[in-house]
């Protein structure tokens, strides 16, 4: 039986979600995998609570659901407490990062990731930012700590996207790669063009549902799918690309008469997320794009995420998943977890 | 730099396609990879050709192109010795199995499969049939020599359809499982309802164009798809499947006109492998299935292979590959061959 300490920082859509398929989950992977997960601390805005024998994880979800933070614990909450005096002062084997990032300069995620890498601890995220800030000099410190750095949850959320390029597809060249990885933008899209909404009735209908943020901004101008498009490329493409290089176009000017006309004639629009290989390089983009009703991602619902490899001798292959809520995101991050320690 | 040194059995459709993607990746392999593969034997149906310092694989792919067997290299052949000869005495670090094998008895392969393991050489292989007949013993001699089995090139060609399921959702329940698991079959519907064919035209189409042997009958009775599925509930579904269990129905009575009604309809018919959780168990199934046009695998075209997997918690996630020839399926040997030495 493999022991492992666990510190989740961040317990909001994601985070929230991870707890709960860690309960639904630890007596199977117990029991089949071998693997006992506890969480000896969480950390939250409120501050943190750690117990070193493991936290009651139904306990935790209680606080959440009843709007308070997890510093509100009477026996294992420390207020005001960071995650970063969290990840430096508590015994354990594994950060989980869930927590949101600031675009400009990721933290406090990325303090955190440093912090726990340097004090060889593995790390699992579904932070994009502190990836995209600082992906080559994140993947040197795990290296050199000997120890793990996973974020397949980033990209696509429970879809094993960044897996199926980085492990399935090492021995071949990707030449041209393709993602629906945003969403918001899929949702809109896809019920505009289905129901004639207009682009403000859609968001509207997006935002109730769940489905997109009360700011869209990083969403439907395309940031959100840019961000994820270059942690593809830094780990499935080998090619180290910056956010500045992706060329960008929002779906903000999109009108239900543009996506009826090419619906006439069996084309459907998508937000894109394109990298074609020029070279030595690969050149990047995220821009709304006809597909024909053929393409794999043509057919894609308004839930659903989706990632085309086209390589060089193993075909294309085209994987999609559908999305109602970020469970498989979490789960993606149980992936992770499980990844790290279950060998083959 | 990890030296292999490697045994291939079976130069045929995709034992020769291996070779040609090892001679295209070799240089990429040692220089990203670290890795040095080495073939320093191969049998085939004429016999073996062996050399302890590694074969020149080009004047081997040269050998069979001019329609010769592999033991008529004047220099490394050795004519009328067995595959299972070479492997019993030539020293290796892994087995390539890509030989045709007898349904009734899975030989030679399966013999040879048991040989390497047994020898402790890791095992990679693209033939189904030693899996179907024995894959609980196989696995066992597998791990009680430390060695590893791959497969991933037996189902759905080079999709990391077992990968997909083996490692990426590892720690989730798999509810139901569906997939296209036969390339002749959806050849000749995707033709039949797209261009009006009969059954027996598209069949002289896919045999003449390579998508079906002289004899079909293993293909659209549906026994390869069979086969297939029983690989996929032993390695994803942990459920020790027999090919007897299989309720299946093949593709032979189909008629245009039936597709062309389907069509009308929105539907397409695919033959469809299934397993469906029961309690305890699954219940595994091929035959021809109306799908409709959002169905993931609805859209697949004539030389494509897609599974879905419906999880408990990590949403519904589908994958399919473009594959007009076998060369991915070789690449995907390949993959099995990396996946065993690098390490994450």
Redesign the interface.
């Known amino acids: 039986m493999i022991q492992v300490r666990m510190l989740l920082m961040g317990v909001g859509n994601v985070g929230r979600r991870f707890l709960h ?1 860690l309960n ?2 630890r007596e199977s ?1 117990r029991h089949r ?1 071998g693997l006992e997960l506890q969480v000896v601390g969480v950390a939250d805005r409120s501050g943190v609570a750690v117990c070193a024998e493991g936290l009651d994880i139904q306990r935790i979800l209680a606080l959440k659901a009843s709007g308070q933070g997890v510093s509100a614990d009477p026996e294992w909450g420390r207020p005001g407490v960071s995650a970063l005096e969290m990840v430096q002062e508590t015994d354990a084997d594994l950060l989980l990062e869930a927590s949101p990032a600031r675009m400009q300069d990721g933290q406090p995620g990325l303090a955190c990731i440093e912090a726990a890498l340097s004090k060889e601890m593995h790390v699992v995220t579904a932070n994009k930012v502190p990836l995209v800030l600082a992906f080559p000099r994140l993947l040197a410190l795990a290296q050199a700590h000997g120890v ?1 750095l996973c974020f397949d949850a980033t990209v696509a ?4 996207a960044i ?2 390029g980085q ?6 060249e990707i030449v041209r790669l393709e993602g629906i990885l945003n969403l918001t933008t899929n949702y809109i899209l896809t019920r505009m063009a289905d129901d004639g909404l207009s682009y403000e009735q859609a968001l509207a209908e997006a935002q109730a549902s769940g489905h997109a943020e009360a700011d869209p901004s990083l969403d439907v101008e395309g940031w959100d799918a840019a961000n994820k498009l270059v942690i593809l490329a830094h780990s499935v493409l080998g090619y180290p690309a910056t956010l500045h290089e992706v060329e960008l176009e929002g779906i903000t000017g999109i009108t239900p008469a543009e996506l009826a006309a090419g619906a006439a004639d069996g084309k459907r629009l998508k937000l894109l997320a394109t990298a074609e290989r020029e070279g030595d390089r690969y050149r990047l983009s995220v821009r709304p794009t006809w597909l024909d ?2 393409h ?1 991602m043509a ?1 894609l ?1 308004a839930t659903e995420f989706g990632v085309v490899y086209y ?14 809520t970020p ?2 995101t ?3 991050m ?2 992770d ?3 790290i320690y ?1 060998t ?1």
Request: net charge positive.
């Open positions: 398929v639904l989950k992977l995998i793990r959320g429970g879809l094993p897996n199926l492990r399935d597809l090492a021995a071949v009703a053929k794999p057919q619902g390589t060089d001798v193993c075909g294309v292959i085209s994987a999609s998943i559908v999305e109602e469970l498989p979490a789960a993606a149980l992936r977890v499980v990844s279950a083959p």
